[in-house]
């Protein structure tokens, strides 16, 4: 279909269908993720001009129901459904069918607001919001948890996916990685051993966290992001928007921006019941697990070539941080901070380590101060790459030698690091380590936080581990 032939049949659907609507002003595509498209739509409605909002999947397909996740044909139900039971979220107007000619999608009310995490969690702006979007935030939870999905049609589309299930599909993702995560590996093994056991199952928004609410001055405007929405653990929900990767450069526990009491307050009140508070924290173990899982998939793409860009190679170095995490919930304790060594590899001047300065003060500097937009994000994603491994040249053989030691000890052989290491990781796959080692737990401390001062020294995981107890040796 081409672009006037879109547009046609917008129009007409439009006024076909949205009350007051007389004619199409403008389309303008907004954004294009990896399965679908959201378009601002201005058109002349009782007599102004106003917005609506178009989405549909990507290129105009029509994709079968395959019960994995919410996905854009059951994301109009969903928005449904969810604002019966008092969620905020945007009228629904119209859901395409196939004799449209434009694929799966929906036309939908247009809302103004915050999306972006930092701003709501560090602006002025909202700054008298705060204090009130935890618990909010938990009461919006569950009235999700209370919508009756046969009643609304989503069974349909989603399917139920046990604790189990969905710590097993992110590992298998994680086996995939280059390089080994004994830190990941040991965390799996963890929450497969401590599977929540009573729990009922209830629609799980399974991506709610700040960043993906949109909020004015006066509260919490519209939940969005449907396409990952399954039937599970509810609990899932609450300690996602927990975990310290979503907290966007605030210090409170709950994305940032508030306290576990306000958001168990907020669902109780909601709910009826109590909140497991144990239950809440295995979910952000979990999470933290998904997120190091997600960063070190990253590097399977760039290694690959299906993704070789800078971006991919940068996420992939930040696997360090779900790990720390991970580290920080389940074994927290001393460790030792390497000392960096010399960076003066040969006599050539410049040095290798001002080559790469170089090259990183050049991309913070004029290519920045001359580009905006994507082409600007990536030239400081590619500066601070530099820095990590600026940070590596000094940090990088200390800390080999550091684990080297370690799993010599533990396994009284003088193999290579990365023999050791692919061998712990597949006993840990294996299921034959005990967990509660202490040997096992001081290599994972001393492996995970000294990566992380490489990779993302400014994370504030590494603050809190430096806070629970770092040595210099």
């Known amino acids: 279909m081409g672009e006037d032939d879109f547009e046609s049949c917008v129009e007409e659907i439009v006024i076909r269908e949205v009350p007051g609507v007389e004619r199409l002003i403008s389309i303008e595509r907004l954004s294009g993720g990896a399965s679908q498209e959201t378009y601002r739509v201005s058109v002349r409605r009782h007599g102004a001009e106003s917005l609506l909002a178009l989405r549909r999947s990507r290129g105009g397909q029509l994709v079968a129901p395959t019960g994995g996740n919410a996905g854009i044909r059951s994301e109009s139900l969903v928005f449904r459904a969810a604002r019966e039971a008092g969620v905020p979220e945007p ?62 049609g989503l069974d349909r589309y989603l399917s139920l996916v046990t604790p189990e299930e969905f710590i097993r599909q992110t590992w298998e993702r994680n086996k995939q990685a280059p390089a080994p995560h004994p830190m ?20 799980v928004h399974n991506d709610f966290r700040i960043g993906n609410i949109m909020v004015d001055e006066n509260g919490i405007v519209a939940v969005l992001d449907w396409e990952l929405a399954h039937i599970g653990d509810p609990m899932r929900d609450l300690g996602w928007i927990c975990i310290n990767s979503w907290r966007f450069g605030g210090d409170k526990p709950v994305g940032g921006i508030g306290e576990y009491a306000d958001l168990f307050a907020g669902y109780e009140e909601v709910a009826g019941t109590r909140v497991d508070s144990d239950a809440v924290r295995y979910w952000q173990v979990f999470g933290s697990f998904w997120w190091a899982a997600a960063c070190a998939s990253s590097g399977t793409r760039y290694r690959s070539g299906s993704d070789a860009s800078v971006e991919r190679a940068a996420i992939a170095r930040r696997t360090s941080e779900g790990e720390v995490d991970c580290l920080n919930l389940l074994i927290p304790g001393s460790f030792t901070v390497v000392e960096p060594g010399s ?18 003060d050049f991309l913070r500097g004029e290519v920045m101060e001359q580009t905006e937009g994507r082409l600007n994000f990536l030239a400081r994603v590619a500066g601070n790459s530099l820095d990590c491994v600026l940070r590596e040249l000094t940090s990088g053989v200390p800390l080999q030698a550091l684990e080297q030691s ?12 990365a023999t050791l290491k692919w061998r712990l990781v597949e006993e840990l796959r294996l299921g034959q380590l005990d967990l509660d080692d202490e040997a096992l737990k001081s290599y994972l401390r001393d492996a995970v936080i000294n990566k992380v001062a490489i990779d993302q020294p400014k ?12 040595r210099n040796e």
């Open 91 to 152: 009228e629904i107007y119209y859901t395409f069918v196939p004799e449209d000619g434009l694929g799966d999608g929906f036309v939908m009310e247009w809302l103004e607001g915050e999306t972006l995490g930092a701003r709501i969690v560090r602006s002025d702006r909202f700054a008298a919001l705060r204090p009130q979007l935890a618990r909010e935030c938990g009461r919006i939870l569950a009235r999700i948890h209370s919508i009756d999905v046969k009643s609304a």
């Open 184 to 203: 990941i590996d040991y965390t799996a093994q963890w929450l497969l051993a401590n599977l929540p056991e009573n729990y009922t199952p209830a629609l």
């Open 343 to 360: 960076r003066e590899i040969m006599l050539d001047a410049p040095t290798m380590d001002e080559l790469v300065t170089s090259v990183r």
């Open 406 to 417: 370690h799993l010599a000890r533990i396994y009284d052989e003088n193999a290579s690091l």
């Open 459 to 470: 994370y504030s995981g590494y603050t809190q581990a430096l806070a629970n107890g770092g």
